[in-house]
């Protein structure tokens, strides 16, 4: 089945420690999009990229770096320099045009030790 | 820039009740209008969208919601609740041609047996 995987559900993360969260899909989509849910504020978007080897920075991309070497994957690296990283990251992928809609994976929840 | 509100964060339905999840959004052209489910510690799944044509879009799980430009709303209903039902809900806005998403900050439906 097609599809989006997040891994791993469930991450902790040391203070000054990088870590990284992966996301893959099988849809052949064009477009993958990184988004951070805290309760209360919806989906803010940190990253996306339309296209292999090219991303943009969303509305708070700061202490956050993506990368797209291949179709498939869009690994998100939060940063030590994210001073507030615990919540919820959902990645989400599209065909890459405004009428698509878009497919989400389950998510990975990051916490602080 | 898009801005869509969802008005009432929690909403609380009997069930077999009508549900009603408010959608407005604020946009110069007309936009693609999507509405998602997410149930807890879950991913995002579509419900329904609207493109063009017929103003009345049917979605999965008996729901609709119908685009009213003169109101700039997207609305969603349900005839009759169902415990199922249970779940936050999110109002989602694109530009035609663009492809990222604008999110409402969610409603929560609750279902009361």
């Known amino acids: 089945d097609g599809g989006i995987t997040q891994s791993p559900k469930y991450l902790f993360r040391k203070e000054g420690q990088n870590v990284t969260l992966s996301c893959e899909q099988n849809l052949n989509h064009d477009a993958m999009y990184w988004y951070r849910q805290d309760p209360g504020q919806g989906l803010r978007l940190i990253y996306y990229?339309?296209?292999?080897?090219?991303?943009q920075k969303g509305d708070i991309a700061e202490g956050y770096s993506v990368s797209r070497e291949k179709k498939e994957s869009f690994p998100l690296t939060v940063t030590s320099a994210q001073k507030n990283p615990t919540a919820f990251y959902l990645c989400?992928?599209?065909?890459?045009?405004?009428?698509?809609?878009?497919?989400f994976g389950d998510g990975t929840r990051l916490s602080i030790l | 820039a898009q801005s869509v509100t969802q008005l009432g964060s929690h909403v609380s339905v009997s069930e077999g009740a009508l549900v009603l999840l408010r959608c407005n959004y604020s946009?110069?052209?007309?936009?693609?209008l999507f509405w998602y489910v997410q149930y807890p510690n879950q991913g995002l799944q579509l419900l329904l969208k609207?493109?063009?044509?017929?103003?009345l879009v049917k979605g999965i799980n008996g729901f609709e919601a119908e685009f009213k430009k003169s109101e700039t709303s997207f609305h969603l209903t349900k005839p009759s609740a169902h415990m199922s039902d249970a779940a936050e809900y999110f109002c989602a806005v694109s530009d035609t041609g663009a492809n990222n998403l604008f999110f409402g900050t969610g409603t929560r439906l609750t279902v009361i047996p």
């Open positions: 989400a992928s599209s065909s890459g045009t405004g009428n698509q809609p878009q497919h």
């Open positions: 990229s339309q296209i292999v080897n090219d991303f």
């Open positions: 946009s110069s052209v007309p936009p693609y």
């Open positions: 609207y493109t063009t044509g017929a103003t």
